[in-house]
């Protein structure tokens, strides 16, 4: 699901500002931007996000700001720095007969034994600000989800229901099938008889009507599919994490009326069929943003 939080919190040395953004995607995926030096603190801020959000992708931006300067730790390597100053003693006193070399001219040369390494961070003072943060910013965006899926809850409902209708007027259909079926039948036998002044044989009319009758009969589909249907409604009432469940739900759906599709020739139902499986796509493409 779509949404956007962000939290900022101090406590007076450490000022951090979390930034979240979800867009709609079938599985979780994180991408955390946050600076170097506080990037031991990573893993807890995913964690923190995880417990929250469950599915789409996650952007998360983190920000953090200094109060007072904290201790710099520098590193010299002496023995690449005594190599450095002996060969340009060498070559000091060989061409230009000059004195030592100094510092400074060591240092316009190279700096390579010179190294400055981010200060230590400690992570049982920091993370409470982060993980403040986060939370503010997990707030914020879960409002504004829980907005977007109050608008998700109410047109899938509005497709259960319309496809509640469809399958109710498939089931209608199955008498006017076999009659119709009878029909024609009968039409054909009569015209390939009346030439031979035959008599049409009812009990074979009636057995043809009867195979025809269990090839095309789709009473068991409907009845699964009637189930999904109230399945559907039970699953979006209901709580906690129901996306990959609709998932399920949707294909069984799918295959039950693809299933009758191939059952009929029926022009109505190839007709409701088509319209069923257009909201099953709809649906389909929304339950893509429900955890």
């Known amino acids: 699901m779509t949404g956007f939080g962000s939290g900022t919190y101090s406590d007076g040395k450490l000022s951090v500002c979390v930034e979240i953004k979800s867009v709609n995607q079938r599985f979780l995926e994180l991408n955390v931007r946050m600076p170097h030096a506080y990037m031991v603190l990573e893993d807890k801020l995913r964690q923190a996000v995880k417990k929250v959000i469950h599915r789409g ?3 998360i931006y983190v920000t953090v700001a200094e109060q007072g300067l904290r201790p710099q730790s520098f590193c010299i390597d002496y023995e690449a720095l005594e190599a450095c100053k002996t060969a340009l003693d060498v070559a000091k006193a060989r061409f230009f007969g ?8 060591i240092m316009t040369l190279t700096t390579d034994w010179f190294t400055q390494e981010p200060p230590l961070i400690d992570e049982e003072e920091c993370w409470p600000v982060f993980e403040k943060s986060v939370t503010m910013a997990l707030d914020a965006i879960t409002i504004m989800r829980d907005r977007e899926g109050e608008t998700i ?12 209708e469809h399958i109710e007027c498939i089931a209608s259909r199955k008498e006017r099938i076999l009659a119709a079926y009878e029909e024609r039948l009968r039409r054909r036998v009569i015209k390939l008889l009346e030439p031979m002044n035959l008599q049409i044989d009812e009990a074979r009319i009636l057995q043809e009507v009867a195979v025809f009758a269990d090839k095309s009969d789709f009473t068991e589909e409907v009845v699964r599919f009637r ?3 109230l399945q559907l409604k039970k699953l979006l009432n209901g709580n906690g994490d129901i996306g990959r469940s609709l998932d399920f739900l949707i294909q069984e759906m799918n295959r039950e009326t693809n299933t009758i599709g191939s059952k009929t020739q029926d022009l109505e139902v190839t007709e409701t069929v088509l319209l069923i499986k257009n909201e099953l796509e709809k649906v389909r493409e929304q339950i893509q943003n429900i955890e």
């Open 227 to 229: 189930s999904h249907v």
């Open 153 to 164: 809850h109410t047109d899938l409902f509005k497709r259960a229901d319309t496809m509640e």
């Open 98 to 105: 000059e004195k030592e070399a100094t510092l400074s001219e």
């Open 57 to 59: 992708k996650v952007d």
